[in-house]
């Protein structure tokens, strides 16, 4: 290790839809973080994280904050603002807009508390030109004492580099918190239920998916050791829903099902068996008892 290695907490935030998954795979080489373009696609804190010999930056992906509809409307908020307190850069996502909407209003409202670096990181700057780039700028510098401005294209890679190397000026030198080969600290069943939820948001309707919780049962070796035989239930707030997920004759749930034992295969590096039910559970989105049982636990914010 080296003598002046740094180490620190970067929060990621913004609005739904603005990138902040694809950036953060992006910038540590491999999916963790679920991607999707409809809004609301992150529900947990997901702490991923870079090593070099340079130091260790750990990054906490948020969910979207947005008009909160449902008890885990808001608890996706909390999970979202909460993380701002205890970090040591903020780092700010925003979409190339030459105005700042109502959102990102409430966001500036958020972070005028911040007693740490805020960074703003304007995303998806290869989908206008440069001079365009610089009225975004403008838009922006007036509206908060930002520590930096950076734009990037978290999709191409573009300035991405120069990004982290502009985090790695905020740390300080500190102990290394995770080992060098470990990149993320989410438990693999969680990836795995991520991974299944995000082939239904891309498969399916706008409205259905925001109604949907994705559990694994259960997961074990095969006895040749070498597949992986998992089990899952995808948890639906409406009977109609179930059946749209299961598809006319299966077809929709096999479609998941392929697509979703793909990314697992490619994550784990193993043979998968990926076997999947449906289950109704109504209104779960508004029950204490149920988004416990699905792994959202607001007493953590």
């Keep these: 290790m080296a003598d002046n290695y740094k180490t620190g907490f970067v929060s990621i935030i913004g609005r739904p839809n603005v990138g902040k998954s694809t950036l953060m795979n992006h910038l540590i ?24 010999e340079k130091g260790q930056i750990i990054f906490i992906d948020t969910p979207g904050i947005h008009m909160a ?22 780092m700010w996502l925003v ?3 030459k105005r700042i909407g109502v959102l990102d209003r409430n966001i500036l409202s958020i972070l005028e508390g911040a007693k740490v670096p805020v960074i703003l990181v304007i995303n998806k700057i290869d989908t206008i030109s440069r001079e365009e780039i610089l009225t975004v700028i403008n838009t922006y510098k007036d509206a908060y004492d930002f520590a930096e401005i950076i734009p990037v294209s978290a999709l191409k890679g573009d300035n991405t580099e120069h990004l982290t190397e502009t985090l790695y000026g905020f740390m300080e030198e500190g102990p290394q918190f995770y080992p060098d080969d470990m990149i993320t600290d989410q438990p693999e069943r969680q990836i795995m239920a991520e991974l299944i939820r995000e082939k239904i948001l891309h498969l399916m ?21 070498k597949t992986l035989h998992v089990d899952a239930t995808i948890i639906c ?25 793909q990314d697992i295969e490619r994550l784990l590096g193993s043979k998968v068996n990926l076997k999947l039910w449906v289950k109704v559970k109504k209104n779960w989105r508004d029950s204490d008892y149920l988004m416990r049982n699905f792994g959202f636990h607001k007493d953590e914010f």
Excluded: C, F, W
């Excluded at 008890?71 to 908020?77: D, H």
């Excluded at 707030?237 to 034992?261: C, F, N, P, Y």
């Design 69 to 90: 509809k449902s008890k885990l409307g808001t608890y996706m908020n909390k999970a979202a603002t909460g993380t701002i307190r205890d970090v040591d850069v903020i």
């Design 237 to 261: 707030e409406k009977d109609s829903h179930k059946g749209m997920v299961i598809g006319k004759q299966g077809s929709m749930l096999k479609r998941v099902g392929t697509m979703a034992r």
């Design 205 to 225: 309707e706008q409205e259905i998916p925001h109604g949907i919780a994705v559990v694994i049962d259960q997961v074990e070796t095969g006895e040749n050791g």
């Design 95 to 97: 979409e190339p807009d």
């Design 29 to 52: 080489g491999q999916k963790i973080a679920i991607m999707s373009n409809k809004p609301q696609t992150t529900r947990n804190k997901i702490h991923t994280i870079i090593s070099s």
